[in-house]
């Protein structure tokens, strides 16, 4: 089944304690990306990555780092979370070269920084 | 920079009637896409349906059908014979394909949502 997955699905932490949510996605897409859900701001684009060793920031990339070493993988690394990254977070990809630019995303990441 | 707007944080429906979703954005290019999303009580972002800027024939998908009104910046969502699974945030999405440093980027511009609600 073509999907990206997300893991952990939740997760609670406190302040400066370095987490990892890992992304992976199994349909060979080139473009992977990630978003930040929050209440009444809709989702904003953290990073994005175009392809393998090839990433850049979005419009919220402050305290989040990413690496994309192999095709299907696309971490979200937080060195030291505050609570304002407290958030629902999505993974996406998405084929590039063609017209439909569809992106299929994960099923979320519920993170809450105490 | 683009913006999208939604203006009905909430909407409410009976079942099986009809109800339409407004959305408007704001942008000077020519070439773009536009989208909605539907996300459920589960949260996971799922495709409704899709609009290309070139294409003038609305985008329709079973129940789901768009007013896409280039000239007014508007992309409204339709759904007919709406039943209860259809309750869920909606999200009217624009993106347009940015060339940088990082290569390509399909960033999607979403707006706040409106929460829809479908009564028995």
């Known amino acids: 089944e073509a999907q990206v997955t997300q893991n952990p699905r939740y997760l609670i932490t406190v302040t400066g304690k370095k987490l990892t949510v890992t992304c992976s996605q199994n349909m060979n897409h080139e473009y992977m990306s990630w978003y930040r859900q929050d209440p009444g701001l809709g989702l904003r684009q953290i990073y994005y990555?175009?392809?393998?060793?090839?990433?850049d920031k979005g419009d919220v990339p402050e305290g989040y780092k990413v690496s994309r070493k192999e095709k299907r993988n696309f971490p979200l690394i937080l060195e030291s979370p505050s609570p304002n990254q407290t958030s629902l977070y999505f993974c996406?990809?998405?084929?590039?070269?063609?017209?439909?630019?569809?992106?299929?995303f994960g099923p979320g990441t519920r993170l809450t920084v105490t | 920079a683009q913006t999208v707007t939604q203006s009905q944080p909430e909407m409410s429906v009976q079942e099986a009637e009809t109800v339409t979703l407004s959305c408007t954005y704001d942008?000077?290019?020519?070439?773009?896409?536009l989208f909605w999303y539907k996300q459920p009580p589960s949260r996971q972002m799922i495709l409704v349906i899709r609009q290309e800027a070139y294409k003038q024939q609305n985008a329709t998908e079973n129940r789901f059908s768009v007013n896409f009104q280039k000239a007014a910046k508007s992309f409204s969502l339709k759904i007919s014979d709406s039943q209860l699974g259809d309750t869920a945030m909606y999200f009217c999405a624009f993106m347009k394909l940015l060339i940088n440093s990082g290569g390509s980027n399909y960033k999607l511009t979403f707006g706040k949502g409106t929460l829809l609600t479908v009564n028995p």
């Open positions: 942008t000077s290019e020519n070439n773009y896409y």
């Open positions: 990555s175009m392809n393998v060793e090839v990433t």
């Open positions: 996406a990809s998405s084929l590039s070269g063609t017209n439909s630019y569809e992106q299929y």
